[in-house]
């Protein structure tokens, strides 16, 4: 089954510590997306991707980092300058100005 | 500012008490609008996709429709399991992937 997966479920981070969270996908979509949801709020767009080797950063990218080495992947990185870490990630790609399929989230929470 | 906002914030019905719920968009050049469902603790599923104002899609119960500065989803004699938030989410303007998420509606649909 074609999809994206997203690893882990659940995370937990300590103070200080970096995280980095997986999102894999065999759709074959050029574009990949990380998104942040929080209560209450829409979904704001941390980092994307449109081809291998490339990213932007969106709209609330301080404290976070990525790569694209494959076209396949596109992990995100907490680092402990991100002050607010906790909350739900999401994964999404894209087939070039198209709608973005998710993947079923990382819940981080800072302890 | 380029905006996307949801209505009502949520929306309780009775099971088969038909109703719609309404994304307002202030945007230059849309370019599609998509409209999610997406349970607690889960990614956004993929509904529908509008491209130009007339235009129109059904799933089930779920039919959603476009105009030059809104759209609708309208949900037909509903049921429980329909119960979910429903977020829209547009692209627009030039060579960007990028989406603006509304806040979504939170249905929730009482037996």
Known sequence: DGGITQSPKYLFRKEGQNVTLSCEQNLNHDAMYWYRQDPGQGLRLIYYSQIVNDFQKGDIAEGYSVSREKKESFPLTVTSAQKNPTAFYLCASSVTYNEQFFGPGTRLTVL | ?111
Do not use: M
């Not at chain 2, 500012?1 to 038909?18: C, I, M, N």
């Not at chain 2, 307002?24 to 889960?42: E, I, N």
């Not at chain 2, 476009?66 to 977020?87: G, R």
């Open chain 2, 1 to 111: 500012e380029d905006q996307v906002t949801q209505s009502p914030e949520a929306l309780r019905l009775q099971e088969g008490e038909s109703s719609s719920l309404n994304c307002s968009y202030t945007v230059s050049g849309l370019r599609g609008l998509f409209w999610y469902r997406q349970d607690p603790g889960k990614g956004p599923e993929f509904l529908f996709t509008l491209y130009s104002a007339g235009e129109e899609k059904e799933k089930e119960r779920l039919k959603a429709t476009l105009t030059k500065k809104e759209s609708f989803l309208h949900i037909t004699a509903p049921k429980p399991e329909d119960s979910a938030t429903y977020l829209c989410a547009v692209i627009y303007g030039g060579a960007t992937n990028k989406l603006i998420f509304g806040t979504g509606t939170l249905l929730a649909v009482q037996p």
